[in-house]
């Protein structure tokens, strides 16, 4: 990790660790964003993380925010920092100025009436639409919202109304920046859920011993070891590079880590795992919710192997090892 973006990773956890606590996280289910958090980030530039230093951002790359929505991952955080940041960096790449306050992202046709599934869309301040000609801001006071929660309830709304002007901007990478950004506090809430697992599992006692002594736990917790470091080292590539096959292929293999830790975190844990008092089922239930966030895995298995179904025989395998050079269709 490179110094900035060690700097810039620390200085976040720094906020998280001052702003948000578990009642701040449950707020949340009753559609309250953490006021005191977003402020800070605010303030310290995270909301502008990718627009350029020209347009009064701090101009980070993919990976450095990557890096940052990793450990907002690993706390739980609530509300649309994803979309807040990919927001503002479209507004910049349009010559717009960027959004003051939280911004809810949607992706639709041209012309669109209704934007279905919006995280945040009613809770925020402006909504940006992306369509294939460009973006379209707008108040989200200005749609009739149809309030509906995620698997981690939080909110998920149905917007109904209408477009305002679109602003002309290739929008074509839009789609693969917001999964590999979203993968990032994906990474962080399985890491959490990891080093928790450990922990609980060399604190809990069963039949007289650590549960981490039993050889079933600790395969358990191998396996889901080896799920997050595969997950990492491919979704670290994916945000450096850019390329939509890695990021294909790191949305596919974080599809299968995020499984794993919900299954192996809940098995290790028991009950108490399930229980709100609980911290674990706030990083699993956003893991069942972002998986599927910016395409599903099936959506990016096909888009992974749309780039090697040409492929003849011959070529196949120098393709596939060098993946990260080549982009699926």
């Given at each position: 990790m490179s110094e900035n973006r060690a700097f810039f990773r620390e200085t976040v956890e720094q906020i998280l660790a001052d702003t948000l606590d578990q009642s701040r996280i449950e707020a949340s289910e009753r559609r309250m964003l953490p006021a005191a958090l977003y402020k800070a980030l605010e303030e310290n530039g995270v909301t502008r993380m990718l627009v350029p230093e020209g347009k009064g951002g701090i101009g980070a790359d993919i990976g450095d925010s990557f890096a940052i929505l990793r450990a907002m991952g690993a706390a739980a955080a609530p509300g649309?920092?994803?979309?807040?940041?990919?927001?503002?960096?479209?507004?910049?790449?349009?010559?717009?100025?960027?959004?003051?306050?939280?911004?809810?992202?949607?992706?639709a046709d041209d012309g669109a009436a209704v934007l279905h599934a919006v995280p945040w869309g009613g809770g925020v301040d402006h909504v940006l639409a992306v369509t294939p000609s460009g973006i379209s801001l707008s108040a989200s006071a200005s749609w009739e919202m149809e309030a509906a929660l995620d698997a981690a309830d939080e909110p998920r709304d149905t917007?109904?109304?209408?477009?305002?002007?679109?602003?002309?901007?290739?929008?074509?990478?839009?789609?693969?920046?917001?999964?590999?950004?979203?993968?990032?506090?994906?990474?962080?809430?399985?890491?959490?859920?990891l080093a928790r697992s450990i922990d609980y599992a060399g604190e809990r006692k069963q039949?007289?011993?650590?549960?981490?002594k039993?050889?079933?736990?600790?395969?358990?917790?191998?396996?889901?070891?080896?799920?997050?470091?595969?997950?990492?080292?491919?979704?670290?590539a994916a945000a450096d590079a850019g390329r939509e096959t890695l990021i294909a292929a790191a949305r596919s293999r974080l599809g299968d880590a995020a499984d794993a830790a919900i299954g192996i975190g809940h098995q290790v844990h028991g009950a108490m795992g399930f229980s709100k008092e609980y911290a674990l089922?706030?990083?699993?239930?956003?893991?069942m919710a972002w998986r599927d966030d910016f395409g599903s895995v099936q959506f990016w298995r096909r888009r992974l192997a749309g780039g090697f179904v040409t492929c003849s025989r011959e070529e196949f395998w120098p393709a596939i090892?060098?993946?990260?050079?080549?982009?699926?269709?």
């Open positions: 649309p920092i994803v979309e807040t940041m990919l927001g503002n960096k479209l507004l910049a790449e349009a010559g717009l100025e960027p959004a003051d306050g939280l911004i809810a992202l949607a992706f917007l109904r109304g209408s477009l305002g002007a679109i602003v002309a901007l290739d929008t074509s990478a839009t789609l693969r920046t917001a999964a590999i950004l979203r993968a990032g506090q994906m990474l962080g809430a399985i890491e959490w859920t039949f007289g011993r650590e549960i981490s039993f050889q079933v736990i600790q395969q358990m917790l191998a396996e889901l070891a080896a799920h997050m470091l595969a997950s990492a080292g491919i979704a670290e089922n706030h990083r699993t239930r956003r893991l090892a060098d993946t990260g050079n080549r982009r699926a269709a």
